[in-house]
């Protein structure tokens, strides 16, 4: 992040990576399901197809709350509001396909059409959806058969902004042997240790394990826990 807003890149574990079928989070997630649904006996190999439907509309909504939360609660953005993008595309090389219901169910849940793709066709998806943040995801020449993206940027803008003139090297790490540059700030003032009208802050304590404290952004929907 910078001193007075936040420009971040993230790959995030969000849809539709958890729905590769196979995959560990998928495996979790439809055995919760299937275990819900039988009230906590043993999961019913035919509930399969119905709990799949329901994991991918759940995390489909998910998507769609942590990018437009004021949406998700029937309001709309504040000024200053945070901008958030989460993206899904499926590239196919040329001579490749995809089954059609697999293809209309990307479609649907994930808005995540299938589309042929060369190298530069994914960079070009990749740096657009990034607001240029990430140029480049495969490298010149790489092979491929399908290739799934998901990406999730952020900007935006603290609520209580840094001063750049308090940046200094602090140590980091485990070890403690490496300095980087870290922002600093002392809150004091209203509850919580926020400016008086402001949202408080919020702290919570581990004795000798952790203290992590919660950042809001503007706008009221986002924060950052540090």
């Known amino acids: 992040p910078t001193h007075r807003r936040a420009d ?108 042929p793709g060369s190298v530069p066709d994914i960079n070009a998806w990749v740096g657009e959806v990034t607001r240029g943040l990430i140029p480049k995801l495969l490298p010149d020449g790489a092979r491929f058969d399908v290739v799934l993206c998901n990406a999730v940027y952020f900007k935006g803008q603290w609520e209580h902004a840094f001063d750049k003139a308090a940046t ?21 003032g209203g509850p919580g240790g926020a400016p008086p009208g402001a949202r408080p802050l919020l702290v919570a304590r581990s004795p000798g394990r952790f203290t992590a404290a919660r950042l809001p952004y503007r706008g009221g929907s986002y924060s950052a826990v540090a």
């Not at 000024?79 to 196919?92: D, M």
């Not at 090297?169 to 700030?185: E, W």
């Open 8 to 115: 971040c890149l993230a790959y995030a574990p969000l849809p539709p990576a958890p729905a590769a079928p196979g995959s560990p989070t998928h495996t979790q997630l439809l055995g919760l399901l299937l275990r819900t649904a039988g009230a906590g006996g043993a999961p019913d190999a035919g509930d399969a197809p119905a709990a799949e439907a329901e994991l991918n509309a759940a995390l489909a909504a998910l998507s769609a709350a942590l990018t437009a939360p004021e949406a998700a609660e029937g309001g709309s953005p504040a000024a200053g509001a945070p901008e958030v993008v989460s993206a899904n595309g499926l590239f196919v090389a040329p001579g490749m396909s995809v089954r059609a219901e697999y293809a209309a169910a990307m479609l649907e849940a994930y808005g995540a059409a299938v589309r």
């Open 168 to 188: 200094q090297p602090h140590p980091f790490g485990v070890a403690g042997n490496l300095q980087v540059p870290m922002m600093a700030r002392t809150f004091k």
